[in-house]
């Protein structure tokens, strides 16, 4: 049984940075795509970045320049780094990771990670 448990939310001020973790656990191969998407109180959820096993990155507009997105294959984990915070990247941060199982790709969600971004 596959698990995704995030790390690193918590409340920052505005201009602060947060570094999110993301590790899969219970998984005997290595996920394809993994990545963060967020949503904020009555949003619905977006794509914030992704990233393949491959290295190739999808990151959201709003971020771009500040938000880098990196994995670890060895480890099944990835992160979001993610600096220059303003009110607007408050939300609940929701890791995802898909792979090739059975017989079509499996997608996985973690729990979610509160960010919080207050003065």
């Known amino acids: 049984q596959v698990q995704l448990v995030e790390s690193g939310g918590g409340l920052v001020q505005p201009g602060g940075s947060l570094r999110l973790s993301c590790a899969a656990s219970g998984s005997a191969f290595s996920m394809s795509t993994m990545g963060w998407y967020r949503q904020a109180p009555g949003k619905q959820r977006e794509l914030v970045a992704t990233?393949?096993?491959?290295?190739?990155?999808n990151t959201a507009d709003s971020v771009k320049g500040r938000f880098t997105i990196s994995r670890d294959n060895a480890k099944n984990a990835v992160y979001l780094q993610m600096n220059s915070l303003k009110s607007e990247d408050t939300a609940v941060y929701y890791c995802?990771?898909?792979?090739?199982?059975?017989?079509?790709?499996?997608?996985?969600w973690g729990q979610g990670t509160q960010v919080t971004v207050s003065s």
């Open positions: 995802y990771a898909d792979r090739w199982y059975g017989h079509s790709w499996s997608e996985y």
């Open positions: 990233i393949s096993n491959v290295g190739l990155t």
